[in-house]
């Protein structure tokens, strides 16, 4: 069975611009749920989508947002791109409805110059 | 809310020698306890989980983590570490009616010295 798979795994972004990433869960997962990691915060959770549906949302503010589309695959897109968005952007999925386990991706690095 | 607090930013061990990293959870609901392992570049990977029942949870790699609900902590154990060991380490909480939403520490990073 192939992991989650996120793409791209690296981006180069300017200030002010927006960038769009995507993960596709492992098949069969219909919960998908973003991360970021940075050296000074940690890990922090963005969101989390099932069956489509928005289910919890983190403390981000309006430029961070995401979507899920009928086969389970998730974007998320951040706009007017800040120095200090640049990350790790963990995808994670779950095969159940609760959360007894989560599958993570490589993550894709955001660097924003 | 929850919350995960690991006291030990880095722990330098030498290979062979066990090691403990430690774990503290805050949480007002029952919860789900997991750890997970980092390799630098990679993603997290799940090194095992405590749902319910047995205190004691194991991996298949010889680690093991033992809940303890009166001091709300899930202390990572390995008896014998080994070079392949060296990672960072998250401990990580959910609530359980809290869907797929998990709190992580802020990660413990294991030297392994030949």
């Known amino acids: 069975k192939a992991g989650v798979t996120q793409t791209p795994r690296y981006l180069i972004k300017t200030r002010g611009q927006q960038v769009t990433l995507s993960c596709s869960p492992i098949?069969?997962?219909?919960?998908v749920s973003w991360y970021q990691q940075t050296p000074g915060q940690g890990l922090q959770f963005l969101f989390e989508?099932?069956?489509?549906?928005?289910?919890n949302k983190g403390n981000f503010p309006g430029r961070f947002s995401g979507r899920q589309f009928s086969n389970s695959r998730s974007e998320m897109n951040v706009s007017t791109l800040e120095l200090g968005d640049s990350a790790l952007y963990l995808c994670?999925?779950?095969?159940?409805?609760?959360?007894?386990?989560?599958?993570f991706g490589q993550g894709t690095r955001l660097t924003v110059v | 809310a929850q919350s995960v607090t690991q006291l030990d930013s880095q722990v330098p061990v030498f290979e062979e020698a066990p090691v403990e990293l430690r774990c503290n959870y805050s949480s007002s609901v029952s919860v789900y306890l997991f750890w997970y392992v980092q390799y630098p570049n990679q993603g997290l990977q799940l090194l095992l989980k405590y749902l319910s029942g047995s205190t004691l949870v194991e991996s298949i790699n010889g680690f093991e983590a033992e809940f303890n609900k009166s001091q709300t902590s899930f202390h990572l154990r390995k008896p014998s570490v080994h070079i392949s060991d060296t990672a960072e380490y998250f401990c990580?909480?959910?609530?359980?009616?809290?869907?797929?939403?998990?709190?992580f520490g802020s990660g413990t990073k294991l030297n392994v010295k030949p």
């Open positions: 990580a909480v959910s609530g359980r009616n809290n869907f797929n939403k998990f709190y």
């Open positions: 989508y099932f069956s489509e549906t928005q289910r």
């Open positions: 098949s069969g997962h219909r919960s």
């Open positions: 994670a999925s779950s095969p159940v409805y609760q959360n007894t386990e989560a599958f």
